[in-house]
């Protein structure tokens, strides 16, 4: 069954791929969605049995991969509690993704080649989670690297959704180079990639130096920053965040399979997988806090002024991965996981309804050019709602059990930079309540704005609503026509209606997951039935003490985001529903603050200016100077033109006239005698 899991999504592939052209899209859609529903039931009985169950994990060797002295990796399946929650978020939130796609993509004439992708990209991340040494996990990380340029740049006729997908795999390259040094340096550390023998050995590496980068520096903390290094690209973690809001460029399916349980959370598995490593490297735990703390907030900062609705969510993402690494940090592991859990339910239900939002809207984006559809689309504005919901911590959803024991679990911890992540957090809880109700009615309240949008003098009518200062330099960012078309053009009245059935049902399944997934697993996730549910799939050391401290914290700390959602929730209403005006008299007031967070930091326009442009200059220099202006000119240039030379000469000797020739001929006979005669002299 294992086996199963996870080679059906490569059946899948391997089908809809090659040979899609000649069975039809419709019997690729069928074939690809129904081997991931198969996997889905799996990955839920794997789920019960393990997790759940009385199960204990196992290893199975499927194949010897490779052994080279003393570096020996087999193909293997590593089935635990953690693989197990996994197994269930990938699989299921994939499956939902097949079958939300048959209705979104229904247009598209390269739906196999879509639904390969799909496939293809769940196989990849499914390896991974699975992975029982570092080099197999590798080789699953770099194939969701792969899969994920395939398919944000699905449409490649588009000049930005090619941009956008070589941006991700070049900005993701970054962070794999460090988590390849750090495989190098385990297995340099410890003689083996395989995962019992890292964390048997792991223990006895507390306090050893190592000569790295021309100095003395613990052995651990090195390792583990190189490989968190990492999870800062996959996981799209602050200085290596900017491909992922460009990743909206692909379909908003697959939007919600990058953003909402599998590529951006591999970095979070990879750190939990890891954590008897991490558990021996405090000073990089603590990297990690901080690192996590400021994503949180500035993601959340980035996401106050964003119009295009899927931008939003994209940094809502960010933001809450932020969360994730500050549980990591603070050792509370557990609670990282299961806010990944309860993340994938309400973050894909946002995206695929932001998706049915956008094909009610043909194609249209942003927000500024939507309002009042709520009772237009009323079940997709449901679905949204308990989507936020979840999203902002509202009690007794998902959020609400899973954020607010991350807000916890770092008051409590006594880790450097950990009051630093608990400010963090919860300030990025009140940004994140705002910003999410103020998409919220932006989109499905207040007066439609859609039927001026629509009319033919469509970019006056655009223009009339744009804030005072909305970016001109990032128009190419703002209403990207999502479906690869110009549907979003459309002239005439506009009447949004609800999308296929087949788009709705994965609606309502993940808005179960949204409101109920908390509630059902905290106490296995983070409570009393921890020691059972996880039976040693993620490594605590003696003086890990985090899940018991966090239990003990203030009643007024539990309380604080739960106030701070009230309060974004309070704010966001005021703005958008009580005075609308406002954002427009604030954009107004504080021109400079507006444009930076509108321009996200400039960290895209700092990179350009520090690494783009450089590497474009240098690269001209060697291509003008170097390579035509040296190589070219001594050599292959070079020697032709000898040759030419050298050629044109000779084709003078032959004048045509016999005088010349006989002269010539006269010489040469000469030549020869002569030697012939002082020659034969001894």
């Excluded at 996997?39 to 199975?60: D, I, K, M, Q, Y």
């Excluded at 340096?185 to 050893?208: E, H, R």
């Excluded at 309240?445 to 609503?465: I, M, N, R, T, Y």
């Excluded at 209606?497 to 109920?516: C, K, N, Y």
Aim: hydrophobic share 55%; glycine share 8%; proline share 4%.
């Amino acid at each position: 069954m294992y086996a199963a899991i996870l080679f059906l999504p490569l059946l899948g592939f391997l089908i809809a791929g090659p040979f899609g052209r000649y069975i039809g899209a419709r019997p690729s859609e069928l074939v690809t969605t129904s081997l991931l529903f198969v996997c889905a039931a799996f990955s839920w009985f794997t789920f019960a049995h393990v997790a759940l169950g009385e199960e204990p994990g196992s290893v199975r060797v499927l194949a010897e991969w490779f052994s080279s002295g003393a570096l020996k990796a087999d193909w293997t399946i590593r089935v635990d509690t953690l693989t197990a929650v996994m197994l269930v978020v990938v699989t299921t939130v994939s499956a939902l993704v097949h079958l939300y796609s048959i209705g979104y993509m229904a247009d598209d004439p390269s739906r196999p080649r879509f639904f390969s992708y799909l496939s293809l990209f769940t196989f990849a991340m499914l390896m991974l989670v699975t992975a029982d040494n570092l080099l197999q996990m590798f080789f699953g990380w770099e194939g969701v690297g792969l899969a994920s340029y395939l398919l944000i740049g699905f449409w490649y006729q588009k000049p930005s959704a090619n941009a956008a997908a070589i941006k991700a795999f070049v900005v993701n390259r970054v962070g794999d180079f460090g988590f390849l040094l750090g495989i190098f340096m385990v297995f340099g550390l410890t003689g083996s990639v395989a995962f019992d023998q890292i964390f048997a050995a792991a223990p006895g590496l507390a306090g050893k130096n190592v000569y790295v980068f021309g100095g003395w520096f613990d052995a651990m903390t090195v390792t583990c920053l190189l490989l968190f290094m990492g999870a800062m690209g996959k996981s799209a973690q602050f200085l290596l965040h900017t491909w992922l809001p460009d990743a909206m460029e692909g379909p908003t399916p697959v939007s919600a399979l990058i953003h909402a349980a599998t590529m951006v959370t591999a970095g979070v598995f990879m750190v939990a997988r890891l954590s008897p490593l991490f558990e021996q490297a405090p000073t990089a735990l603590s990297f990690v806090i901080l690192t996590g703390a400021t994503t949180a907030f500035f993601a959340a900062t980035v996401g106050l002024v964003q119009n295009d609705i899927k931008r939003v969510i994209a940094y809502s993402t960010c933001s809450q991965l932020g969360y994730m690494f500050v549980a990591l940090g603070v050792g509370a592991y557990s609670a990282g996981i299961f806010h990944l859990f309860t993340h994938a339910f309400f973050k894909a239900l946002l995206f695929l309804g932001a998706g049915a939002v956008i094909v009610a809207m043909h194609h249209e984006q942003d927000m500024r050019q939507m309002g009042g559809l709520a009772r237009k689309i009323p079940f997709t504005f449901a679905m949204m709602t308990i989507g936020t919901l979840a999203l902002t911590g509202f009690p007794y959803t998902a959020g609400y059990f899973s954020k607010d024991a991350i807000i916890e679990t770092a008051f409590a911890s006594h880790r450097t930079f950990a009051f630093y992540g608990f400010l963090m957090t919860v300030i990025a809880a009140g940004l994140t309540s705002f910003y999410s109700w103020r998409l919220v009615f932006m989109t499905f309240f207040g007066q439609p704005k859609w039927d001026e949008a629509h009319e033919p003098a469509h970019s006056l009518g655009a223009a009339a609503v744009h804030d005072a200062h909305a970016d001109d330099a990032h128009a190419h960012d703002e209403g990207h026509d999502d479906h690869g078309h110009d549907d979003h053009a459309h002239h005439g009245p506009l009447d949004p209606r609800e999308p296929a059935i087949v788009m709705l049902i994965p609606l309502a399944v993940l808005s179960l997951g949204a409101l109920f997934a908390g509630a059902l697993f905290h106490a296995d996730f983070i409570g009393e039935k921890f020691s059972e549910f996880w039976k040693g799939a993620i490594f605590l050391g003696p003086e890990n003490h985090i899940l018991h401290e966090m239990h003990e914290v203030p009643h007024a700390v539990s309380l604080i985001p739960t106030v701070m959602m009230a309060l974004g929730f309070v704010v966001a209403v005021f703005m958008y529903v009580i005075a609308p005006a406002t954002p427009r008299r604030l954009a107004e007031a504080l021109p400079g603050l507006y444009r930076f967070l509108l321009n996200k930091w400039y960290f895209d326009e700092l990179y350009d200016a520090i690494f783009v442009k450089p590497a474009i200059a240098i690269g001209r220099v060697f291509w003008k100077k170097g390579d035509v202006g040296l190589i070219d000119r001594l050599g292959p240039d070079g020697v032709a033109a000898r040759v030419v030379d050298a050629t044109g000469r000779v084709v003078k000797l032959q004048s045509g006239y016999i005088y010349h020739y006989a002269f010539a001929m006269m010489i040469g006979l000469a030549a020869i005698i002569t030697w012939y005669l002082v020659g034969s002299v001894r």
